[in-house]
């Protein structure tokens, strides 16, 4: 009996202990939040397989929201993947006019991964090799890496990503240590070994911050102790978030700290190893998020449709906006609005008086002279000259790219127009040359250019990676092979438009420029000829609206010029011809040209009043002159084509 007794006592107690272990996990999450217990239930949550995990943590986040914590709800929605959860945090931090709060979950809930990697396969070329100082393979869906020197550090990242890092964004590294005691980090930024940021943790339970730049380390964070690291031989999960100005760091799924952003060196992520150490990641995942800013400017922009505009100004100035731009956006909602009275007082406050209602041409260069510096020079690589009136741009290697800019005071937060003649002198018809431009540093900036077989490319630079905005399009527009072709980049309100000789071929959002440098790249061994560069910075539309009525009102003919000549800029020659009828201008007729003869007609003349005096003794002085002086600066290379093709024109009477 006493044996039969003591087999039923443990089989009593392995059913109980059965029960307090298992029956909890599955059924008491409800009972503990009932109870208040969020720690307990976030680690049962913990415990579950995926799908049960993120359904665990919607409960949680429930919770929390009945209890009306709602950075807490905020936080277990986003931990369960439920979108719909996130906005309905955003909307409830709208209702109490928290703005800041309600824009970080917006962007959380419009969130794209935009990288997925949990080594199924080798879809994304991440390097497998098996050697006396390196070891890794993809098997059973890890990525096992293994450092096998006592010395040094390894990176490992996939060759294919195609991401830009130019926004918000959240990465996340999941692995378990297999081997040795030294550090393992997710790097990112990353253009190359010598450039990289690493966020990584040791096997002691600290974790740190800091990048290497040239291949010299600089700790940002030091090595400091954290009770969320999983110690041994357990699996760890880092996490960096970008939100605006700040990067945070979480370790499994707990904040530890935060830290400045200052930029990357591109947009490679991958991992890091310190010496002798061995690894196996099961999970690296980018996600995007729509930049905080343009979130608060569209909740600024709902608070004018309905008529709050204080909280309006609070969130233009929580977007980063200056009280110009701030004025601005308030103009051009009263002018959507049909108050063009408030419209034209917040214009005003914007700076934009009555005179400044023109083109402002803050660069025209013909290349007569270096008076503007260009970086000239004969390099082993390149060859850049000035000669006979035009830029002379030679790039000798076979490989890369070669680009030269000027500084300039453009004005990317209103209107503009970029123009270039050019053409090819010699190197193959597949390689483009190009206008580039919102040129701050050599890894960030705009270009659109063209080929001698006549096609036209479209792209940019973020962080030192090569983002094609519209390929390789066959345009009929392009004089193909070594004739001059004009290159025009017009910059109209959100839109950007690109024509060639004159012709609408592309047009695109207008993106954001980091910088105000324009210049020219070209690509591998060719040579170019710039003629003229030409930069404008043109009022918005909405002001050109409301000014064009004043002009017209008050029979403003100088007004009314300028109207015209912006219009004609902006190649809308059907509002341009309108304004030049009502400021009294004759019609101005000019043909297309063949820019090859006239560039070497150019070279037999200059413009001066003798010329001047030659056209005003056959026509008299009419108003076709004060159109060339309206349409066309003096110094303008357009304005003497089309004086010398008059000139010829009337020899021939």
């Known amino acids: 009996m006493n044996g039969k007794k003591t087999g039923f006592l443990f089989f009593t107690m392995v059913i109980s202990m059965i029960i307090f272990l298992v029956l909890p996990g599955c059924v008491s999450v409800e009972s503990l939040l009932r109870d208040g217990k969020y720690i307990e239930a976030d680690k049962m949550c913990a415990q579950r397989a995926q799908l049960e995990q993120k359904d665990c943590y919607k409960k949680i986040a429930r919770a929390y929201l009945a209890s009306g914590s709602l950075d807490e709800a905020g936080k277990y929605f986003e931990k369960a993947g439920d979108k719909d959860g996130l906005k309905l945090v955003a909307e409830l931090f709208l209702k109490k006019k928290e703005f800041k709060s309600a824009a970080n979950y917006l962007a959380k809930s419009r969130g794209t991964i935009v990288f997925k990697e949990e080594f199924a396969n080798n879809i994304h070329k991440w390097p497998e090799s098996d050697t006396e100082k390196i070891h890794r393979k993809i098997e059973n869906h890890k990525y096992i890496f293994h450092h096998k020197r006592n010395k040094g550090s390894w990176f490992s990242w996939p060759g294919r990503q195609n991401f830009s890092l130019k926004n918000d964004y959240k990465i996340e590294l999941v692995f378990t240590r297999l081997e040795g005691e030294s550090s393992c980090a997710l790097a990112w930024g990353m253009n190359n070994v010598k450039y990289n940021y690493l966020f990584g943790i040791y096997s002691n339970g600290n974790y740190y911050f800091g990048k290497f730049e040239n291949s010299k380390w600089k700790s940002i964070i030091p090595g400091t102790p954290s009770e969320f690291i999983n110690k041994n031989f357990t699996e760890n999960k880092l996490t960096i978030e970008k939100t605006g100005s700040i990067y945070r760091f979480f370790i499994n799924d707990h904040y530890v700290c935060k830290a400045a952003y200052s930029g990357v060196f591109g947009?490679?992520?991958?991992?890091?190893?310190?010496?002798?150490?061995?690894?196996?990641?099961?999970?690296?995942?980018?996600?995007?998020?729509?930049?905080?800013?343009?979130?608060?400017?569209?909740?600024?922009?709902?608070?004018?449709?309905?008529?709050?505009?204080?909280?309006?100004?609070q969130n233009f100035k929580s977007a980063g906006l200056t009280d110009n731009q701030m004025f601005m956006e308030l103009g051009k909602h009263y002018h959507a609005s049909h108050n063009t009275k408030a419209a034209m007082d917040s214009f005003l406050k914007a700076g934009w008086t009555k005179d400044k209602i023109k083109a402002d041409h803050i660069l025209q260069e013909q290349f007569i002279n270096n008076k503007n510096k260009w970086g000239v020079g004969d390099e082993k690589a390149f060859t850049l000259e000035i000669k006979a009136d035009v830029l002379i741009f030679n790039h000798k290697r076979k490989k890369g790219a070669y680009f030269t800019w000027k500084k300039t005071s453009l004005n990317t937060n209103s209107d503009f127009i970029i123009e270039a003649v050019m053409k090819k002198i010699s190197g193959r018809n597949t390689y483009p040359y190009e206008i580039l431009y919102g040129f701050k540093q050599v890894d960030n900036y705009y270009t659109f250019g063209l080929t001698g077989s006549g096609k036209f490319i479209y792209g940019a630079y973020e962080n030192n990676t090569w983002i094609t905005l519209k390929n390789y399009t066959e345009c009929k527009y392009i004089k193909k092979n070594n004739s001059w072709n004009k290159i025009s980049i017009v910059k109209s309100g959100k839109n950007m438009e690109f024509f060639i000789n004159d012709n609408l071929v592309h047009r695109a959002d207008a993106g954001i420029l980091s910088g105000r440098k324009v210049g020219f790249q070209i690509n591998r061994d060719i040579k170019i000829a710039v003629d003229y560069l030409t930069v404008t910075n043109l009022p918005p539309?909405?002001?050109?609206?409301?000014?064009?009525?004043?002009?017209?009102?008050?029979?403003?003919?100088?007004?009314?010029?300028?109207?015209?000549?912006?219009?004609?800029?902006?190649?809308?020659?059907?509002?341009?011809d309108k304004y030049r009828k009502l400021a009294g201008l004759k019609e101005i007729k000019h043909k297309d040209y063949d820019v090859d003869i006239c560039f070497k007609a150019l070279k037999k003349m200059e413009l001066n009043q003798q010329t001047i005096n030659t056209v005003e003794s056959v026509f008299g002085k009419t108003s076709l002159i004060s159109s060339l002086k309206m349409m066309y600066p003096y110094t303008d290379k357009k304005g003497r084509i089309f004086l010398y093709n008059t000139i010829a024109t009337l020899k021939k009477k």
Do not use: H, W
Not at 286 to 312: H, M, R, W
């Open 267 to 313: 947009n490679k992520t991958g991992i890091y190893l310190d010496k002798a150490i061995k690894i196996s990641a099961t999970r690296l995942v980018v996600t995007e998020y729509p930049s905080l800013n343009n979130i608060l400017l569209e909740i600024a922009g709902q608070n004018l449709k309905d008529k709050d505009y204080n909280s309006a100004v």
């Open 541 to 576: 539309e909405e002001l050109l609206q409301i000014y064009a009525d004043q002009f017209e009102t008050e029979k403003d003919r100088a007004g009314l010029k300028n109207i015209a000549e912006i219009y004609y800029l902006k190649k809308n020659n059907l509002l341009g």
